[in-house]
C-alpha cells in the first residue's frame, strides 16, 4: 500500500500480507522522503545549511537546526566563543520543540484509538507551543534560527513574558491529560502489554529516546553525554519498565513537565549579551526586521552597508556568496556530522534517531505463537528474515508457491445431491432480482447456512450460479465480516468492546469470557457450540453493555449474565435475546438472511415480535438528574420486562 496512497502522503510504503480483506502483516518500506538533504548540504555555504536540515523533521527543527550548528562549531573550533545568551536560548527552544513533538504524539495516538477529544486537547496546546516559536523565530516551522555561531536575532520584546505564560498554561492543562489520557481505562486496555520491547531488543536495534526509556535505560545525551550546558540544569530522566506501548506514554507525559523545568531555568539564566559570535568572518552582519514581504535585512541595515560603508558591503557580499571557510577535520555533535571544506561542507551526515525507532514495528507486530524470541517478548514468532523493500528491491523476501508458478489444487465441489438442492434454493433466491448478480449477497448466506463458513466451495458454487469469477465472488465475501471465511462453533457470540459498552463493562465480560471458554479472540470451543469474538459496536448503546449471539442482543449484561448465556447455549438449553426471537444456530440464522422464512414458534413470521422499546439509556438518564451513572446499570427492567407502551415513560 503506498507510497502513492492519500493517507500515507506519498511518503510511506506498507508492505502488507493479506488475507482477502484482512491484513495478517505489515512492514514499512522506508525512503520515499527522500529530499537529499545530505547532497544538497555539499553545495550550499554554512549558513545556508540551516535551511536544508531545518527540514529534516517538521516536529523537531529546532533540535535539527542546533545538532548541526553543534558540529559546525566544533569543527570551526567556535564552540567556546557562543554566547551565553544564545546558548540558553538554544536550549529553551530545544526544550519547546521537545514538548510541541510529545503533544503530538499523544494527540494523533488518541485519534488512532477513537479518543478525538485528546486530539483536540493536544493540537490546542501544541498550538500554543508554535505560537511563541512564531514569536521568537518569525515561523511556525522550517525556522533556520539556529546558526553556526548563535542565533538570527534576539527575543523580541515581551517573549519572556509570553514564555512564562505559556508555561503556567501548560501545566496547568496536564492535568487533563492524567484524567483524559494516562488514567483511562481505553488507553489502557489497548496500550499496556502492546508494542512489547525489552531492554535487550532495544539495545540491539538502537532504539533510543522514549522506546528505550520505556525499557528501564535511563540514557540521555542531555546526561551522558551533555551540550549547551545542559549538565548545569536540574532534571530528572524519566524511565518506566513496562518495555510497552504505555509506558512510552507515560515517559513522554513526564518529560513534558521536564522540559517545562528546564524551561524555567533558562528563563532564570537570561542576561543581557549578544546571540552571536564576535568573529565578523563567520557572523552574518545582518540586522532582521519583519517588513512587507517578510522578514529579512532592516532597511536601516541595507542602507548603511549600501551607502556608507563599501568594506561592509563586499564583506557582507563575499560571507553571504562564498560562506566562510571552514577547516579540515570531521564535526561530531549527537547525530550530526560535518566534514571541513572551502566554504562549504565536504560531507554531511545525519542519523536521525527516527530511524531505529521505525525498525522495531515489524517485530512489534507479529503474532503470538509458541516459542520465545531474543527481540522481543517470549511467545512472539521469531523474526522472518527480511530487508527493508525499497522498489526494485526483491532481496531476502518469501517466495511461494503460487510465485513459482505451482498449480494451486482446485476447490473440491459439493456432492450431487446437495449441490441440486443449494441450486433449486438458488434458482429461488436469483428469481427475486432484476439483475442476477444482485443475488450474491444472499447467496453467500446460502452456501454458508450449508457449511457454517463460506468455502472455496460455496465461492465456486456462488460464481457459477451467477456468471461470475471467484476473485469477484471472494472480493464481497472478504469484504462483509457477516460471512465467515472459517469453520466456527454454532452460536458466534460477541462482546461489544466499543467505548461505551467498554467503561460500562464490556472489556470485563468479554475478559471473563475468555477465561470462562478458555479461548481467545476468535476462537471456538472444543465441543465446536460457542465462537468468541469482541465487535466494535452493537449499535445498542441505550442498553450498554450488550452481548450479541448470532445478530441477537443481550442487553444491560453483567459477567455472570454473560457467563449463564453460554453455559445454556453449551448446554442446549432454550436461550432467548432481550429482543426478538428465540435462538437459533449460526447456519439456521444463515438461511434465514438467504430470505428464506422462518417458521419456528415465537418467529416473526409465525406471529411474535420485539416487544416494546426498554428505554434503559433515558430511564437511567432522568433518574441520575441527566449524568450517566459509571458502571452497567442494575436492575433496569428490560426487552419484554419493560413497561408498557402508553405509560408516560413508554411515550417518552
Known sequence: MGPQHPSTHGVLRLILEIDGETVTDARAGIGYLHTGIEKNLEYRTWTQGTTFVTRMDYLMPIVNETVYCLAVERLLGITDQVPDRATVLRVLLMELNRISSHLVYVAMGGTELGATTVAVFGFRDREMCLDVLELITGLRMNHAYVRPGGLAQDLPPGAVDQVREFIKKLRRNLVEYDKLVVGNPLFKARMQGVGYLDLAGSLALGATGPILRAAGLPHDLRKSDPYCGYETYDFEVPTVDTCDSFGRLLVRMEEIRQ????????????????????????????????????????????????????????????????????????????????????????????????????????????????????????????????????????????????????????????????????????????????????????????????????????????????????????????????????????????????????????????????????????????????????????????????????????????????????DDLRAGRTVEPTRGAPLCTHRETSRLLAGFPDERPGAVEAGGGAGPASLAGLRLARGEDGTARVGPPRGVPHGRDAQEPGSEEGEG
Open 259 to 566: 522540559s517545562l523545568r528546564i524551561m524555567e531555568q533558562c528563563l532564570d539564566r537570561l542576561e543581557p549579551g549578544p546571540v552571536m559570535v564576535a568573529d565578523r568572518k563567520i557572523a552574518w552582519p545582518a540586522q532582521l526586521a519583519l517588513g512587507p514581504d517578510g522578514l529579512g535585512n532592516s532597511l536601516d541595515h541595507i542602507k548603511k552597508i549600501m551607502g556608507t560603508s563599501m568594506e561592509a558591503l563586499i564583506h557582507h557580499f563575499k560571507l553571504v556568496t562564498e560562506g566562510f571557510r571552514g577547516t579540515a577535520g570531521t564535526g561530531v555533535r549527537g547525530g550530526g556530522v560535518a566534514q571541513g571544506g572551502a566554504g562549504r561542507p565536504r560531507r554531511q551526515r545525519r542519523r536521525h534517531p527516527a530511524l531505529p525507532g521505525a525498525l522495531p514495528r515489524p517485530l512489534l507486530h507479529q503474532p503470538p505463537v509458541h516459542g520465545g524470541d531474543v527481540r522481543g517478548r517470549p511467545g512472539r514468532r521469531r523474526h522472518r528474515r527480511r530487508g527493508q523493500h525499497r522498489p526494485g528491491h526483491g532481496r531476502l523476501r518469501q517466495v511461494t508457491g503460487i510465485q513459482l508458478g505451482m498449480p494451486r489444487l482446485p476447490a473440491p465441489d459439493y456432492p450431487e445431491d446437495v449441490r441440486a438442492r443449494l441450486a433449486a434454493d438458488a434458482g429461488e433466491v436469483i428469481a427475486r432480482y432484476p439483475d442476477s448478480r444482485s443475488a450474491l449477497l444472499p447467496l453467500l448466506h446460502l452456501v454458508q447456512a450449508e457449511e457454517g463458513h463460506v468455502s472455496r466451495t460455496g465461492i465456486r458454487f456462488c460464481a457459477g450460479q451467477l456468471g461470475l469469477t471467484t476473485a469477484e465472488v471472494t472480493a464481497v465475501a472478504t469484504f462483509y465480516t457477516m460471512y465467515r471465511r472459517e469453520p466456527g462453533g454454532d452460536y458466534q457470540v460477541g462482546v461489544c468492546t466499543n467505548t461505551l459498552c467498554a467503561v460500562l463493562g464490556g472489556d470485563a465480560i468479554f475478559d471473563a469470557l475468555k477465561s470462562h471458554l478458555g479461548v481467545e479472540n476468535g476462537g471456538t470451543t472444543d465441543d465446536g457450540k460457542v465462537t468468541l469474538e469482541h465487535i466494535e459496536c452493537n449499535a445498542a448503546c441505550d442498553y450498554a453493555p450488550v452481548v450479541m449471539v448470532n445478530w441477537e442482543f443481550f442487553d444491560n449484561q453483567t459477567v455472570e449474565s454473560a457467563k449463564r448465556i453460554v
